[in-house]
């Protein structure tokens, strides 16, 4: 009994003392969350024990919380718009203070909105914003190509592939008829037009595109077609740092046709010539091939040589970029100074660019109230292009024709009957002939800001834009043009200097924690002096001064000049309201005067409303529901817009040279009335917008969607009016018609996969838009075949309908004079004759949808990116496939499908029989059908990349901040069923564009990215 006793006392006393042990370990703990950057509480975070989930709770209003705790334990902090963080809690801790980070959703990412900025979770409009790292990815000569489908709606399409070619902007649709279509750029302040291929890439600190009404009527009139912001880098405060990009790498031809060879092509002719006589021009007869082959033609026949064209035009091309940059952020003065040099070789013989620009951005905070800052850019360019003709005179020559003469230099055949050149010689045509301009653009913005009060600033700052562009073109005489006028020469010069001068003040208002207001006032005035000048002349005694010396030329062929001045004044305003944090309101106004219009319409209002909803802030949505949303807002806006960008002296009638007859025998010259009836009434064309969307972000930001759906009416649309001859001009600008356009913007982020090894990103944007005109002219629904009610502007492709081809025993009532294997078309009015009558919509050139696809791979320090784009819905006409298809009476170069042509025992083809004079093709009295449309749909990859960034622990042995290395393949694959070279060349949306004037290339590059 008494062992029993003694067992039960023990045994007691150890229970007494595990329960003694088990309290002194259990303590609460109380803390408090804050932002790690402004040091804000941060209310309602979640903090979750990871030793007992059971017992997490939310921290309160104040960001403070208290929480039971076992010892050592791991606390996790989680909130919407920051990272998660894990925290660990030592045994005797009784109080801590966490500081959170903003997450990779962006909220707290600020915007760059136009005369201020704003955090993207406040937006209330549509701004698509990329950053200078993004653009970065794709080494580009142009900022334009680099936003090509990265940005839901906005449209990127190219002028050409030659270096320096510049790009066509649309954002959101088709915004004008005939007045400018493109963008207004915004660099650091500095408000330009054109394109803007004279801005280093590298340089680029992000791109800020306002979308719609809302966003962009702080512009005012200028702001139709959309507003890009281009913000520049600057020096990091508190840091200093030297960084190198540079990349090499070789261009090649990504796409050629597949041409016969030269015995193909022979049979062909000589079937050709044969067909339009067999009993004058019989197959296999020599007197046959003297008539079809020129001398030189029949030397090569006899000798089985062949020789191809576009080889002896086309090359593998280098191309290289290198850029310095020095950046002191230490102390009151913070400068950065960047240097580029970019060398770029065309894939066809002659063609070059050179760049060489200098970046310099400093900023000096004088006192504790008053900052001054300089942001400078100065490029100079040097261009070798060459003629259009160039490269399909290469693709159409004759592959019996040799290329150079006896002495190794391109040959010039001569036509004995007419005593011209049949046709340059594109060898020649890209390397004797030359197309060199030169342009110097200087882009600067002096500012000042002083801190008036508490939450008062002013802001005044000066911006000068100031653009020089020389060309220079000479024609030699073994050229079509130098040929039969002995040597041409073109000099033309072309400026302009733009400065804008703006003062605003803002002030910060935030009288409780429930209410905040900021408020901006305004005042700009810009001025544009432009200048031009033009001079040909002809008939000089050498080639070898070419025209340096115009002065030598027999002929002054033409000379003109132009020069204007424009001023545009406006006076701003907004006010952005937020209650709570979650509702915001922006109302913004501008009031513009313009001297491009008379003294009745000078002056337009633009104003706008905007308003969004944090619905994922409201009370109501609970922690369940915040655990897997993470950001739910709604926007809402409506603005009115301008455009002012129409010819200066459209509101003027003006005065044209003429010479007049004098005693019958000599003439005076002297001034005549102009064709354009001058119009003082002339006002602005006004874009009204409406603008709803939504941005969402799921599962711990890891999914992110942005919508959109816009609709724009615009009103009071420029067009010409014709005017009967009794009023003594041809036609008046007014203002009468309209039109609308409505779309769909779409925007996707993806985080599939986030571990400290493997990222996996995806980024997806899709587009749309229909445009179509409202009203034109009084009782006119069509003003020509591209130009309707109900249609986008200038989109239509109009032509014949195709019907096939001829056979034996069809009925020839409508081509009396048509043989079995000619081409036929539809009777569209059945009126028993084919004319102008009888053509019809056949394509439209406008994309039912577009957009690109952005993938990201990262395992430890190896990543590689792929990026494509994709367009679909739209036609192109290929009328230029059409030619190679044809032996007809155009030169030709036949693509091998074209030998699948009508003969008596091969009727099952849709490619008409070949004839030297083009008599199977007679049925088409514009020189094309619909067989030209094509579908243009098609899926690019755009770019490739591979990287690897060097670790951390090498880069400190070599005191080394950064070090990337990286290879890239730009354009590998495309994937369509269009049978040009390029679905994607000027857009395709002008259906004269019947030619191929430069292929696109496929590039290889090499690049090092090093930060000291």
Same mark, same amino acid.
């Given at each position: 009994?008494?062992?029993?006793?003694?067992?039960?006392?023990?045994?007691?006393?150890?229970?007494?003392?595990?329960?003694?042990?088990?309290?002194?370990?259990?303590?609460?703990?109380?803390?408090?969350?804050?932002?790690?950057?402004?040091?804000?509480?941060?209310?309602?975070?979640?903090?979750?024990?990871?030793?007992?989930?059971?017992?997490?709770?939310?921290?309160?209003?104040?960001?403070?919380?208290?929480?039971?705790?076992?010892?050592?334990?791991?606390?996790?902090?989680?909130?919407?718009?920051?990272?998660?963080?894990?925290?660990?809690?030592?045994?005797?801790?009784?109080?801590?203070?966490?500081?959170?980070?903003?997450?990779?959703?962006?909220?707290?990412?600020?915007?760059?909105?136009?005369?201020?900025?704003?955090?993207?979770?406040?937006?209330?409009?549509?701004?698509?914003?990329?950053?200078?790292?993004?653009?970065?990815?794709?080494?580009?000569?142009?900022?334009?190509?680099?936003?090509?489908?990265?940005?839901?709606?906005?449209?990127?399409?190219?002028?050409?592939?030659?270096?320096?070619?510049?790009?066509?902007?649309?954002?959101?649709?088709?915004?004008?008829?005939?007045?400018?279509?493109?963008?207004?750029?915004?660099?650091?302040?500095?408000?330009?037009?054109?394109?803007?291929?004279?801005?280093?890439?590298?340089?680029?600190?992000?791109?800020? #595109?306002?979308?719609?009404?809302?966003?962009?009527?702080?512009?005012? !009139?200028?702001?139709?077609?959309?507003?890009?912001?281009?913000?520049?880098?600057? !020096?990091?405060?508190?840091?200093?740092?030297?960084?190198?990009?540079?990349?090499?790498?070789?261009?090649?031809?990504?796409?050629?046709?597949?041409?016969?060879?030269?015995?193909?092509?022979?049979?062909?002719?000589?079937?050709?010539?044969?067909?339009?006589?067999? #009993?004058?021009?019989?197959?296999?007869?020599?007197?046959?091939?003297?008539?079809?082959?020129?001398?030189?033609?029949?030397?090569?026949?006899?000798?089985?040589?062949?020789?191809?064209?576009?080889?002896?035009?086309?090359?593998?091309?280098?191309?290289?970029?290198?850029?310095?940059?020095?950046?002191?952020?230490?102390?009151?003065?913070?400068?950065?100074?960047?240097?580029?040099?970019?060398?770029?070789?065309?894939?066809?013989?002659?063609?070059?660019?050179?760049?060489?620009?200098?970046?310099?951005?400093?900023?000096?905070?004088?006192?504790?109230?008053?900052?001054?800052?300089?942001?400078?850019?100065?490029?100079?360019?040097?261009?070798?292009?060459?003629?259009?003709?160039?490269?399909?005179? !290469?693709?159409?020559?004759?592959?019996?024709?040799?290329?150079?003469?006896?002495?190794?230099?391109?040959?010039?055949?001569?036509?004995?009957?007419?005593?011209?050149?049949?046709?340059?010689?594109?060898?020649?045509?890209?390397?004797?002939?030359?197309?060199?301009?030169?342009?110097?653009?200087?882009?600067?913005?002096?500012?000042?800001?002083?801190?008036?009060?508490?939450?008062?600033?002013?802001?005044?700052?000066?911006?000068?834009?100031?653009?020089?562009?020389?060309?220079?073109?000479?024609?030699?005489?073994?050229?079509?043009?130098?040929?039969?006028?002995?040597?041409?020469?073109?000099?033309?010069?072309?400026?302009?200097?733009?400065?804008?001068?703006?003062?605003?003040?803002?002030?910060?208002?935030?009288?409780?924690?429930?209410?905040?207001?900021?408020?901006?006032?305004?005042?700009?005035?810009?001025?544009?002096?432009?200048?031009?000048?033009?001079?040909?002349?002809?008939?000089?005694?050498?080639?070898?001064?070419?025209?340096?010396?115009?002065?030598?030329?027999?002929?002054?062929?033409?000379?003109?000049?132009?020069?204007?001045?424009? #001023?545009?004044?406006?006076?701003?305003?907004?006010?952005?309201?937020?209650?709570?944090?979650r509702y915001i309101f922006n109302v913004t106004a501008r009031y513009d005067g313009s001297s491009n219009f008379g003294a009745e319409n000078r002056h337009g209002f633009f104003p706008s409303v905007s308003g969004a909803w944090r619905l994922i802030d409201e009370p109501f949505i609970g922690f369940k529901m915040k655990s897997k949303v993470n950001d739910a807002k709604i926007r809402v806006s409506y603005g009115v817009i301008g455009n002012q960008d129409i010819s200066y002296d459209r509101i003027y009638t003006r005065m044209d040279a003429a010479a007049y007859p004098f005693n019958g025998s000599s003439q005076s010259t002297g001034y005549q009335l102009g064709g354009n009836a001058g119009n003082s009434a002339l006002k602005w064309e006004s874009q009204r917008q409406f603008n709803a969307g939504f941005d969402l972000a799921l599962y711990s930001s890891r999914i992110q969607l942005t919508f959109d759906f816009y609709n724009k009416d615009i009103h009071n649309l420029l067009l010409n009016q014709d005017l009967a001859p009794s009023q003594g001009y041809s036609n008046k600008m007014i203002n009468v018609a309209a039109m609308n356009t409505r779309g769909v913007d779409i925007g996707l982020k993806l985080y599939p996969v986030k571990t400290p090894n493997f990222d996996w990103q995806v980024n997806l944007n899709w587009s749309k838009y229909k445009s179509k005109i409202t009203s034109l002219l009084p009782g006119r629904d069509s003003l020509s075949p591209t130009l309707k009610v109900g249609e986008a502007p200038n989109?239509?492709?109009?032509?014949?309908?195709?019907?096939?081809?001829?056979?034996?025993?069809?009925?020839?009532?409508?081509?009396?004079?048509?043989?079995?294997?000619?081409?036929?078309?539809?009777?569209?009015?059945?009126?028993?004759?084919?004319?102008?009558?009888?053509?019809?919509?056949?394509?439209?050139?406008?994309?039912?949808?577009?957009?690109?696809?952005?993938?990201?791979?990262?395992?430890?320090?190896?990543?590689?990116?792929?990026?494509?784009?994709?367009?679909?819905?739209?036609?192109?006409?290929?009328?230029?496939?059409?030619?190679?298809?044809?032996?007809?009476?155009?030169?030709?170069?036949?693509?091998?499908?074209?030998?699948?042509?009508?003969?008596?025992?091969?009727?099952?083809?849709?490619?008409?029989?070949?004839?030297?004079?083009?008599?199977?093709?007679?049925?088409?009295?514009?020189?094309?059908?619909?067989?030209?449309?094509?579908?243009?749909?098609?899926?690019?990859?755009?770019?490739?990349?591979?990287?690897?960034?060097?670790?951390?622990?090498?880069?400190?042995?070599?005191?080394?901040?950064?070090?990337?290395?990286?290879?890239?393949?730009?354009?590998?694959?495309?994937?369509?069923?269009?049978?040009?070279?390029?679905?994607?060349?000027?857009?395709?949306?002008?259906?004269?564009?019947?030619?191929?004037?430069?292929?696109?290339?496929?590039?290889?590059?090499?690049?090092?990215?090093?930060?000291?």
């Open positions: 009994m008494k062992n029993f006793t003694s067992f039960y006392l023990l045994l007691l006393y150890v229970c007494l003392g595990m329960q003694v042990t088990v309290q002194a370990q259990t303590s609460q703990l109380h803390g408090r969350v804050l932002d790690a950057a402004t040091k804000n509480p941060l209310p309602f975070v979640t903090v979750t024990n990871m030793a007992n989930k059971k017992a997490s709770q939310k921290a309160d209003a104040a960001g403070s919380f208290t929480i039971t705790v076992n010892g050592r334990t791991n606390l996790l902090f989680s909130y919407v718009g920051y990272k998660n963080r894990t925290v660990t809690v030592s045994p005797g801790d009784t109080a801590i203070t966490v500081a959170m980070e903003a997450d990779i959703s962006g909220l707290n990412e600020v915007v760059v909105i136009g005369y201020g900025q704003q955090q993207k979770k406040d937006l209330t409009s549509a701004v698509a914003s990329i950053s200078g790292k993004e653009l970065a990815e794709m080494p580009v000569t142009n900022i334009n190509s680099a936003l090509q489908s990265r940005v839901p709606g906005v449209q990127v399409t190219s002028g050409g592939f030659e270096p320096g070619a510049g790009t066509n902007i649309k954002i959101r649709g088709i915004n004008s008829i005939q007045s400018g279509d493109g963008p207004t750029y915004v660099v650091d302040g500095v408000i330009m037009t054109g394109d803007i291929r004279e801005i280093n890439p590298y340089d680029i600190e992000s791109i800020d #595109v306002l979308k719609d009404a809302s966003a962009a009527a702080i512009y005012g !009139a200028r702001a139709a077609a959309g507003v890009v912001i281009i913000t520049t880098k600057k !020096a990091k405060a508190g840091r200093s740092s030297i960084d190198y990009n540079g990349y090499y790498g070789i261009q090649k031809i990504s796409r050629s046709y597949d041409f016969i060879d030269a015995k193909d092509y022979a049979n062909l002719r000589r079937i050709a010539l044969s067909d339009e006589d067999p #009993v004058a021009w019989p197959l296999n007869d020599p007197k046959t091939d003297s008539a079809v082959f020129s001398p030189r033609e029949l030397q090569s026949l006899a000798a089985g040589k062949s020789y191809n064209w576009e080889d002896a035009i086309t090359q593998v091309a280098p191309m290289q970029s290198h850029t310095l940059s020095i950046s002191n952020g230490i102390g009151r003065n913070k400068i950065y100074l960047s240097g580029n040099y970019l060398d770029q070789g065309g894939i066809i013989i002659g063609s070059n660019m050179k760049r060489y620009s200098v970046k310099g951005n400093m900023e000096s905070a004088v006192t504790d109230k008053l900052t001054m800052g300089l942001n400078t850019n100065f490029s100079h360019i040097e261009t070798d292009g060459v003629s259009k003709a160039a490269y399909y005179n !290469a693709v159409t020559m004759s592959p019996l024709r040799p290329i150079y003469d006896s002495t190794g230099k391109p040959l010039v055949e001569v036509d004995p009957n007419t005593g011209k050149i049949g046709a340059d010689n594109p060898v020649a045509l890209a390397k004797d002939a030359i197309n060199h301009s030169v342009d110097d653009r200087f882009i600067g913005n002096l500012f000042l800001e002083y801190k008036v009060l508490s939450g008062l600033n002013f802001r005044s700052s000066l911006g000068l834009d100031v653009y020089k562009n020389q060309r220079f073109e000479y024609y030699p005489r073994n050229t079509y043009d130098g040929y039969a006028q002995l040597g041409v020469a073109k000099v033309q010069n072309f400026g302009y200097r733009d400065w804008v001068w703006e003062n605003t003040l803002t002030y910060d208002y935030k009288p409780s924690e429930n209410h905040a207001l900021n408020i901006l006032a305004g005042y700009t005035t810009q001025k544009r002096r432009q200048e031009y000048n033009f001079e040909q002349a002809s008939g000089f005694p050498t080639d070898e001064l070419t025209y340096k010396n115009m002065s030598l030329a027999a002929r002054r062929d033409n000379i003109s000049s132009d020069y204007w001045n424009r #001023v545009i004044n406006s006076v701003l305003g907004r006010v952005i309201y937020k209650f709570k944090d989109s239509l492709i109009v032509d014949y309908v195709y019907d096939g081809l001829y056979q034996e025993g069809d009925d020839f009532k409508l081509n009396p004079s048509g043989h079995p294997g000619d081409i036929r078309v539809k009777d569209i009015n059945n009126d028993g004759v084919i004319n102008q009558y009888d053509r019809a919509i056949v394509g439209r050139t406008t994309p039912k949808g577009w957009g690109g696809f952005w993938n990201y791979f990262r395992y430890k320090r190896i990543s590689m990116t792929v990026f494509a784009t994709y367009m679909y819905g739209h036609d192109i006409y290929n009328k230029a496939y059409t030619d190679y298809l044809y032996m007809g009476a155009g030169r030709n170069v036949i693509v091998k499908a074209g030998l699948n042509y009508w003969t008596p025992a091969n009727t099952n083809t849709d490619i008409p029989r070949p004839n030297a004079f083009g008599s199977s093709l007679r049925m088409l009295p514009q020189g094309s059908s619909s067989y030209a449309t094509e579908k243009g749909d098609f899926i690019r990859i755009r770019d490739i990349t591979l990287a690897y960034d060097f670790s951390p622990n090498l880069l400190s042995r070599i005191k080394v901040r950064s070090l990337r290395a990286y290879v890239q393949v730009m354009e590998p694959f495309l994937f369509t069923s269009y049978h040009g070279i390029d679905p994607e060349i000027n857009g395709n949306t002008d259906p004269s564009q019947a030619v191929d004037i430069y292929p696109r290339y496929r590039t290889f590059l090499f690049g090092v990215n090093l930060g000291l």
